[in-house]
């Protein structure tokens, strides 16, 4: 059973960095194809894509927050880490990591999600 | 970076009917082509991969069809559990992108 959970605090402060973990089980991202997103949601809009890590430590950003993303992995604690700097309130969102289907690239188990407030 | 267009942006329909969204790339995108259903507070989940593929445990009232830039996602008797908000996004390549989504209501 492959299940992802989001984690990292519901409260950040406008400039602060945002250290979000990711924690998987029923795959290991050691194994080739394997390869999981963060993808974030502001309340009442739409779906963004932000990063992903791939089994072979490729790692892709999206064009207008790579300057402020990093992504990483830990494959013996089945953890992918996302941090992203400068925060600002309009980086409230909840944020999802998602493993993705290795023949489609569709995303084809999600976390629950995690809500991020960016507030002084 | 490929731009997704949904449309409509919301739809209203009856038990029964048959609804279409449709999709567009701002390129080619072959039919590296996702949809998504996302009901409130709940993560998205998988309904169609690769334009055309239902995703295992799926109904199949649910169905894909394109390729290229066009896309449609069909649902060809709405039921009441389908009332949600569906999102396509291009797997073509990084950074991906989803589209802005389609609330479908139940009149």
């Known amino acids: 059973q492959v299940t992802l959970k989001e984690s990292g605090p519901a409260l950040v402060k406008p400039t602060q960095t945002l250290t979000l973990t990711c924690t998987f089980s029923g795959f290991s991202l050691t194994t080739s194809g394997m390869r999981v997103s963060w993808i974030r949601q502001p309340p009442g809009k739409a779906l963004e894509w932000l990063a992903r890590i791939d089994w072979d430590d490729d790692k892709f950003y999206s064009t207008s927050l790579k300057t402020r993303l990093t992504i990483s992995k830990d494959t013996s604690r089945n953890q992918v880490v996302l941090t992203m700097t400068n925060m600002d309130p309009v980086d409230t969102a909840t944020y999802y990591c998602?493993?993705?289907?290795?023949?489609?690239?569709?995303?084809?188990?999600w976390g629950q999600g995690t809500m991020v407030t960016v507030s002084s | 970076d490929i731009q997704m267009t949904q449309s409509p942006s919301s739809l209203s329909a009856s038990v029964g009917d048959r609804v279409t969204i449709t999709c567009r790339a701002s390129?080619?995108?072959?039919?590296?082509l996702n949809w998504y259903q996302q009901k409130p507070g709940k993560a998205p989940e998988l309904l169609i991969y690769a334009a055309s593929n239902l995703q295992s445990g799926v109904p199949s009232r649910f169905s894909g069809s394109g390729s290229g830039a066009d896309f449609t996602l069909t649902i060809s008797s709405l039921q009441p559990e389908d009332c949600a908000t569906y999102y396509c996004?291009?797997?073509?390549?990084?950074?991906?992108?989803f589209g802005q989504g389609t609330k479908l209501e139940i009149k």
């Open positions: 998602a493993r993705i289907q290795a023949m489609s690239d569709a995303f084809d188990m």
């Open positions: 390129q080619s995108i072959r039919s590296y």
């Open positions: 996004q291009q797997s073509y390549n990084a950074p991906y992108s």
